[in-house]
């Protein structure tokens, strides 16, 4: 097993995080509500990755304490290390961010004390760019690595075991569902055909597996021609869009009412899934004609976000990854309904 070494601390801190201003002005506004209660503020990093969100959130407010979560021990390692100073104040918890209430059970023990509930939740979705810049796990097309894109080291499936042993069928399927991947059925047929010779081992074996598959034309259009099918592999290793779908009701219903949850995506699988669940909570099952909101069917949330937020050119240029970002941002208004 190929361990490398955790990236120097200087990167993690010459890494600017994507739209990091903006994500924080939204969050505060929830610790200002805690405030106003009388209550230590709570923030849960769902995606805690190089910690710099949550640096900025706990350099700013003394007062705060955060639930950092994140599936990758490496990231939790090298957060930790970077974040120090902070240690009485920051919880870690090794997971996937759908762990919500366990991690804040965790937070309960190591702090002494009991949550009822969290007064702003961050979600930064996707492969954080130390996973895409740490060449052995596997997660880039542009150079040869082990074809491994797992974001928890500790897991057992991996991108070889999907590519080596998935039927013809359920490559086109993984390669069309989660890559939108227009060739899927072309490239699952040469991949199955390739690996009769010999089971892939590596990233550039299966690039140019697809470089074949496809049309030289389109080969040739916009993005690399891997992107989508890196996409749709790493999607079906970490098992992220099931771990996106029961995450997004699970932070809602932690949190204080005047809390703000942000999420930013890179993809739009990712932003479909949080659009559908955040709307779900948005809107009223009163029905329709009702002159009053019926208690228990009213809106839980309130949608503060225009659709989704994209990030401004000077945001770009503090962080190019941030170009994909679409960010949608709720408040929460009233408790949890019982119904759904």
């Not at 996106?244 to 990712?270: H, K």
């Not at 989704?308 to 240029?317: A, F, G, L, Q, V």
């Amino acid at each position: 097993m190929h361990h490398s070494v955790p990236p120097d601390e200087n990167a993690a801190r010459r890494h600017t995080p994507v739209m990091i201003d903006r994500v924080v002005s939204y969050l505060n506004e929830g610790l200002a509500v805690a405030r106003s209660e009388n209550r230590h503020p709570v923030v849960i990093d769902a995606t805690l990755g190089m910690g710099g969100h949550t640096h900025r959130l706990l350099s700013d407010n003394p007062d705060l304490r955060i639930i950092g979560i994140d599936r990758d021990t490496q990231a939790l390692q090298m957060a930790q290390q970077r974040l120090g100073e902070f240690s009485d104040r920051l919880v870690s918890f090794h997971g996937t961010y759908d762990e919500i209430s366990a991690a804040i059970q965790a937070a309960e023990t190591q702090l002494q004390t009991r949550l009822d509930g969290v007064d702003g939740i961050l979600f930064d979705l996707g492969v954080s760019s130390y996973q895409l810049d740490e060449p052995s796990r596997g997660f880039a097309y542009s150079y040869d690595a082990p074809l491994d894109m797992r974001m928890d080291p500790t897991d057992q499936l991996t991108a070889a075991d999907v590519v080596n042993t998935y039927s013809e069928a359920d490559l086109e399927r993984v390669l069309r569902n989660y890559g939108d991947e227009k060739f899927a059925r072309r490239i699952a047929t040469e991949i199955v055909k390739t690996r009769r010779q010999r089971p892939y081992r590596g990233s550039q074996e299966l690039v140019e597996t697809i470089i074949r598959a496809i049309p030289a034309a389109a080969a040739h259009r916009g993005s690399h021609p891997a992107k989508r099918t890196f996409q749709a592999l790493r999607v079906e290793v970490n098992h992220e869009l099931e771990v996106l779908t029961r995450a997004i009701p699970a932070a809602m219903a932690v949190l204080t009412i005047g809390a703000r949850m942000v999420v930013m995506s890179y993809q739009s699988l990712e932003d479909k899934i949080v659009k559908k669940a955040i709307q779900h909570q948005a809107q009223s099952l009163t029905p329709a004609g009702f002159p009053v909101e019926v208690e228990g069917y009213a809106p839980v949330v309130k949608i503060l976000s225009k659709g989704t937020e994209k990030p401004t050119p000077t945001e770009i240029e503090q962080n190019p990854r941030a170009a994909a970002a679409r960010v949608r941002v709720i408040e929460k208004i009233r408790p949890t309904r019982s119904n759904g």
